[in-house]
């Protein structure tokens, strides 16, 4: 059974970093798609970035290019995103989510219907 289980939410002042953490676990494929997706209140879900599990290709919402780093672990099945000068319109509930594929360029890249396993979320919240 394939789980991804995200870590590392947490409540900031405005300007500050978090890191949020994404196990997988129960998925042995070397080559796919993982990616972060956040999802404001009332909102439909977003897409963050992605990266090629071979070869580390990423992509990055328009939003956050510049202040967000998705980065794996391959030894330790973990993916994780740097979130830098964190503001209130970063405040959303943060999920990780694997496509068993590679990764697809451009927005469609993003789009979370070809993503099929998803995390629980993990919550940030960002205060001025």
């Known amino acids: 059974r394939v789980q991804l289980v995200e870590s590392g939410g947490d409540s900031v002042q405005a300007g500050g970093s978090l890191r949020l953490s994404c196990k997988v676990s129960?998925?042995?494929?070397?080559?796919?798609?993982m990616a972060w997706f956040r999802q404001f209140a009332g909102k439909e879900r977003e897409g963050v970035a992605h990266?090629?599990?071979?070869?580390?290709?990423?992509n990055y919402a328009d939003s956050v290019k510049g202040r967000f780093t998705i980065s794996q672990d391959n030894a330790d099945n973990t993916w994780y995103l740097q979130m830098n000068d964190l503001s209130p319109e970063d405040s959303a509930v943060y999920y990780c989510a694997l496509r068993e594929a590679f990764c697809l360029a451009g927005p469609v890249g993003l789009d979370e219907r070809s993503f099929r396993y998803w995390g629980q979320g993990t919550q940030v919240s960002v205060s001025t």
């Open positions: 129960g998925y042995d494929y070397s080559s796919f798609c």
């Open positions: 990266i090629s599990t071979r070869g580390g290709n990423t």
